[in-house]
């Protein structure tokens, strides 16, 4: 059964800094990898989605990394601002016919002025 | 295109009655998930359908339901409301029932009092 894990469970910032949330997963066999942002009270906003044939995928200040074989993603943020402040989830597609995204319990960041 | 939306967005409702959600998926967009959001849960999935057919159902009991019409829109019912149903409901759409990336809805929010 897939299990997701995200670290740190919370995070603050000053701003400016560049940082790294973090996701792990427990079965390597996914078909892609996705990275949310969630504001309080509010949907999600897709960020960046890996295909498992992927290592990486970038839009703008934002670069995520996918090792399936070490079962590990990472999202960096680069110079971070207080507009960047949400939980940031993560969510791997299986291989198997369900087509379900397993969630993380998500990352909430704080960037502080 | 619009976005996925989702009606009502705030609903209060009393123990033992039913809810019924809606979700309009993206123009040409005829895969449909719902997912539970809670502070214990976290994200869970519900269940997706495709042409209107139930492809996959998550680990939810059978008070739990939903449909899919012809126009891609599809509909959650919850019944005999429990209080741990209150919860963030998430639609999500994309083009073809596979893990590619999934376009989320703003959410209904349901209280059960």
């Known amino acids: 059964k897939q299990e997701v894990t995200q670290i740190p469970a919370a995070l603050s910032v000053p701003e400016g800094e560049n940082l790294v949330l973090n996701c792990s997963f427990t079965d390597s066999a996914i078909y892609n990898l996705q990275w949310f942002r969630q504001d309080p009270g509010k949907g999600l906003t897709s960020l960046l989605l890996i295909q498992s044939s992927q290592r990486e995928q970038t839009s703008g200040r934002l670069n995520a990394s996918l090792d399936k074989s070490s079962g590990r993603s990472t999202l960096y943020i680069a110079a971070s601002q207080p507009g960047d402040s949400a939980t940031y989830l993560c969510?791997?597609?299986?291989?198997?016919?369900?087509?379900?995204?397993?969630f993380g319990s998500g990352t909430r960041l704080l960037v502080r002025p | 295109k619009a976005g996925v939306t989702q009606t009502p967005r705030y609903l209060i409702k009393t123990r033992g009655q039913q809810v019924t959600l809606s979700c309009s998926p993206i123009s040409g967009h005829r895969s449909v998930s719902w997912y539970q959001q809670t502070p214990g849960q976290g994200l869970q999935f519900l269940f997706e359908y495709f042409s209107e057919t139930q492809r996959n159902k998550g680990n939810f009991p059978g008070r739990f339901s939903g449909r899919q019409f012809s126009n891609s829109r599809s509909e959650m019912n919850v019944s005999t409301l429990e209080l741990g149903d209150s919860a963030l409901y998430l639609c999500?759409?994309?083009?073809?029932?596979?893990?590619?990336?999934?376009?989320f809805g703003p959410g209904t929010r349901l209280t059960v009092t």
């Open positions: 999500a759409s994309n083009e073809v029932p596979s893990p590619y990336e999934q376009y």
């Open positions: 969510a791997v597609g299986g291989m198997d016919s369900s087509y379900k995204l397993i």
